[in-house]
């Protein structure tokens, strides 16, 4: 192409379709994009940098009398981060995508794995045990909320089935979701660590038979129903100042039913 003609296509105007008005006068609460991946790093309680890759979820609100937001400044704001995006800048991530689409709410969310080296209960052998954690952090009026949530897997022993039964109870491997409103900086691994002392006995990634035995003896000590589970982990946020609201759900994959058994507590403290 010829300079000339590359000075003359610059000079073309091309018209903002997204920002024409929209006659419809409806407002929209979220719009933005889902599932786009990111390459982020998230330090650990231990000091360690997990590098791992996210799914963000990015969405403003957008008034009744625009047509339209602009989609690719979604993915201008995680490139400007390059694969600097941590727990620390998340909310400054949030902030700066409200500010750039000329929005008044502003809604991040992004998922990931997140590995936690646990030593076996006896033999103290070590393996990952891997876990799904979500942040999700909404910024209006310049002011920010922070989410986080684990989904922590544990094994949970019906108390009906040890007590009447001659010997044995059955048992199941459940999923605690917990999600917490922060105040305050919490570790993961302080959440997680919360969920697996309630239930009848935590989950490793490797065992050898000593801890085999174990395990199984300490969830037999430790029957819990999934409303047991549900509440105990409520009554320890309860204390917690650093968590202003939260929601606890315990699905238990029963071992003989075609069905699971659930539980949910939400509460929001009153300080």
């Given amino acids: 192409m010829s300079q000339n003609a590359t000075q003359k296509n610059s000079n073309v105007v091309i018209e903002d379709v997204q920002s024409t008005e929209d006659k419809r006068k409806i407002a929209i609460n979220k719009v933005g994009i889902k599932d ?57 991530i949030v902030i700066q995508m409200t500010k750039r689409l000329d929005a008044e709410t502003g809604h991040l969310e992004m998922s990931f794995p997140f590995f936690i080296n646990k030593k076996a209960p006896v033999t ?3 393996s990952l045990l891997d876990y799904e954690v979500k942040f999700k952090a909404e910024c209006k009026n310049n002011e920010i909320s922070m989410w986080v949530t684990v989904f922590v897997p544990v094994t949970s022993l019906c108390p009906c089935s040890k007590k009447i039964s001659k010997y044995g109870a059955h048992n199941q491997r459940s999923c605690v979701t917990l999600s917490a409103n922060l105040l305050e ?59 202003k609201a939260y929601k606890v759900e315990s699905e238990n994959f029963e071992s003989i039913h075609n069905h699971s058994a659930y539980a949910m507590i939400e509460n929001e403290k009153m300080f």
Avoid at 74 to 87: D, M, P, R, S
Avoid at 188 to 217: H, M, N
């Fill in 36 to 92: 786009i991946k990111h390459p982020i790093r998230i330090k650990d309680k231990s000091g360690y940098e997990q590098h791992t890759v996210a799914n963000f979820n990015m969405y403003v609100d957008l008034p009744h009398n625009f047509k339209g937001t602009h989609m690719s400044r979604f993915v201008e704001i995680l490139n400007l981060y390059e694969n600097e995006i941590t727990v620390q800048n998340f909310k400054d």
């Fill in 124 to 126: 103290k052998v070590e």
């Fill in 185 to 243: 900086f919490v570790w993961i691994e302080e959440l997680i660590e919360l969920v697996e002392k309630e239930a009848s006995c935590e989950l490793y990634g490797l065992l050898k038979r000593p801890d085999e035995k174990y395990v199984t003896e300490k969830a037999y000590e430790n029957p819990k129903f999934v409303e047991d589970m549900v509440r105990d982990i409520a009554a320890q946020l309860n204390q917690d100042n650093r968590i």
